[in-house]
């Protein structure tokens, strides 16, 4: 399960209610402390990084092993010896962690560190909780892949060739993962104690004092009048909760209970309701400002301002959402979806009170106008929690509200927020264990460098074949962690064929996030087709064709680097209405319907001229225009007199 998914149900399904009360105060304890923790050092500062960092890690294990009752197996004697086994490995966890910090100085100032017998066993002994917690949070993916890089990494000169390497003993191993500062304790985990963590907490305090509801019914009103209005609902809910969580399956859990029920009930077909949900929720992670963790952790990699990452991001992500606006007014008018009644609907009136849209306009825009104003983005979550908790509690004292409930709800989102962090600590500090191993061992440049070979120096070859490599690494992964490893090898060969490294760290992220909605593993869409009582197959067909633009997102960055404003204003503007054109090329002939349906040659014929908008060519761009105006005016004026379009 994702931390988002965590997230989502602030704190329900985690088993807090249900786990043995010996353990609640405990885990109360457990979360106040790590919650607070990570607010006050984001508003009054942090910790030193190793401090800070083992603090986080600590803590957030011991919540993980403490508070993950689900995975006890029923039976009484097993269940008993879980409790525990978990009880011990949340308390190594601290214990590992609190040596850390006694040993600080030690590792951080000492050039030649003795490593003692204690470090050694309390190193192996993080190394293997680690491994177990982010099967626990995450499922069996990257741990698999973390345990394949210790065996290579320690038997790696056993292989012959290029991938064998001279090899490193046990206690080297572990001394660069537990006493270093590129292993355990490196970046990654320095991302999810700082930046990561805090916009969870921002997260769960925004959906528990009503946004998840004030969000639904905005899109409500904003696309349920539409053709194909629940669709469009669907669309636009997901990309707002996606810009808090960023997690794919957390959106389609939580918006797509209340998106593909309606749409069933509406006349739409279940794999096409399903495919909605799943692809609008799949671009949560690419939607500014927030996109989850993505942006924190491509702003760190390359070493950039956070904001330049949410500039450029800006473009894809509404040529994104629309092709697929337009793909599901295609199939709306194709197949005759009726809109929401009027009944429906809630009335804006009721959404647009002040006082219920006031306190999250507010928040929203004390969060930007901070990010903007210069401070980091860790003080300005810190600023809209304060800033989003005061109204909630101050709007209850002066109409009258619940305050006992209040409380209650803010208690809720404290709990939320620490399984949140929980869930994606494991996964970012397991991440940062194969990360480290992947740069000790030299296994990523290995890769890399057998990507250009494989391409010949050709461009177009080499980004087809890291769009591949990252989206086999993103398989099964969360969203952080397929594009960390993705990075890690996909990116530094992209970069070797001269493409800028913020276009290469683009074409990596997003071709790592299709994961969630390509087979064999597509988690997006396996959770969609739950919901919609439906095969997943036919789910993620359907998903394919409305996210097409997409998949071709990586080649235009490449081509038409202008979509994330690496050019001049003229250019720039030219290369969104070109991804307009391409987009709407790209749903017609996905859905083979404007006015009229299509014949399969004419839909192949327009899906690739709309592909071929990727490649930057004035002829080729105006070809596209032609085509567009051809199909346009053809089926417009066929309806119009009554007739059949010869298309």
Not at 74 to 98: C, E, M, N, P, Y
Not at 193 to 210: H, K, R, S, Y
Not at 249 to 268: C, D, E, H, Q, W
Not at 285 to 301: D, K, R
């Amino acid at each position: 399960m994702s931390s988002g998914e965590i997230l989502k149900t602030e704190g329900e399904d985690s088993g807090f209610d249900t786990m043995p009360r010996l353990y609640q105060p405990l885990m109360w304890v457990l979360c106040m402390a790590l919650v607070f923790f990570q607010i006050y050092t984001a508003g009054f500062g942090q910790f030193p990084p190793l401090s800070q960092r083992a603090v986080h890690v600590g803590l957030g294990l011991a919540i993980v092993f403490l508070g993950f009752v689900r995975f006890y197996s029923h039976a009484d004697g097993h269940q008993k010896l879980a409790r525990i086994s978990d009880v011990v490995f949340a308390a190594l966890a601290i214990a590992a962690t609190v040596y850390i910090l006694t040993q600080e100085i030690r590792i951080t100032e000492s050039f030649n560190l003795a490593v003692q017998p204690l470090d050694m066993a309390l190193g192996t002994i993080l190394t293997i909780i680690l491994l177990v917690a982010a099967w626990r949070t995450t499922g069996p993916a990257l741990p698999v892949l973390a345990i394949v890089m210790l065996l290579y990494t320690l038997f790696g000169q056993y292989i012959p060739g290029t991938w064998g390497h001279p090899g490193f003993d046990f206690q080297y191993v572990i001394e660069h993962l537990y006493l270093g500062t590129e292993g355990i304790w490196g970046t990654v985990t320095g991302l999810s104690a700082n930046l990561i963590a805090i916009f969870i907490i921002f997260g769960a305090f925004l959906m528990a004092t009503g946004a998840a509801q004030t969000f639904m019914d905005m899109a409500l009103i904003a696309a349920g009048r539409f053709p194909g209005g629940a669709a469009k609902v669907a669309t636009v809910s997901s990309a707002l909760f996606g810009m808090l969580n960023g997690a794919a399956v957390a959106n389609v859990a939580s918006t797509g209970a209340f998106t593909i029920p309606a749409m069933k009930r509406l006349g739409y077909k279940s794999s096409f309701a399903g495919a909605v949900e799943a692809t609008a929720s799949s671009g949560g992670q690419i939607t500014p400002p927030i996109m989850g963790a993505g942006a924190f952790v491509m702003a760190e990699l390359l070493s950039v301002p956070y904001l330049d990452i949410v500039y450029a991001a800006i473009i894809p992500a509404f040529l994104f959402y629309a092709c697929v606006w337009m793909s599901i007014d295609v199939e709306a008018r194709r197949e005759d979806m009726r809109s929401f009644d009027e009944t429906e609907l809630p009335t804006r009136k009721e959404v647009l009170a002040l006082g219920r849209i006031g306190p999250l306009v507010v928040t929203l825009a004390v969060l930007l106008f901070s990010m903007f104003s210069g401070n980091t983005p860790t003080l300005a979550a810190f600023y809209a929690i304060c800033t989003n908790v005061g109204l909630y509690l101050l709007i209850g004292i002066f109409h009258g509200k619940d305050i006992k409930q209040r409380i209650l709800n803010l208690q809720k989102a404290v709990i939320a927020a620490a399984f949140g962090i929980t869930g994606i600590l494991a996964l970012l500090v397991t991440a940062q264990v194969a990360l480290s191993l992947i740069g000790l061992t030299g296994s990523g440049i290995k890769l890399s460098e057998m990507i250009v070979s494989i391409g010949d120096g050709q461009l177009f070859i080499g980004v087809l074949l890291s769009m591949a490599v990252a989206l086999i690494l993103g398989m099964g992964m969360p969203t952080t962690a397929a594009y960390l490893l993705a990075a890690a090898v996909a990116a530094p060969a992209l970069i070797s064929l001269d493409v800028d490294p913020l276009v290469a760290h683009f074409v990596v992220f997003y071709s790592a996030l299709l994961s969630a909605l390509t087979p064999p593993v597509c988690t997006a869409v396996f959770t969609a087709a739950v919901i919609a009582k439906t095969d997943w197959w036919s789910v993620s067909l359907v998903s394919i064709r409305l996210a097409l633009m997409k998949y071709l997102m990586p080649l235009f960055f490449v081509f038409r680097p202008a979509v994330l404003l690496e050019a001049s204003a003229i250019e720039i503007v030219w290369s969104l209405v070109m991804g307009l054109v391409a987009s709407m090329l790209l749903a017609i002939g996905g859905g083979r319907f404007y006015r009229q349906r299509i014949s399969l040659p004419i839909a192949l014929f327009l899906g690739v001229i709309g592909a071929l908008v990727a490649a930057n060519q004035w002829w080729m761009d105006v070809i596209a225009i032609l085509v567009l105006t051809l199909v346009v005016v053809t089926q417009r004026r066929a309806v119009w007199l009554g007739k059949k379009a010869k298309i």
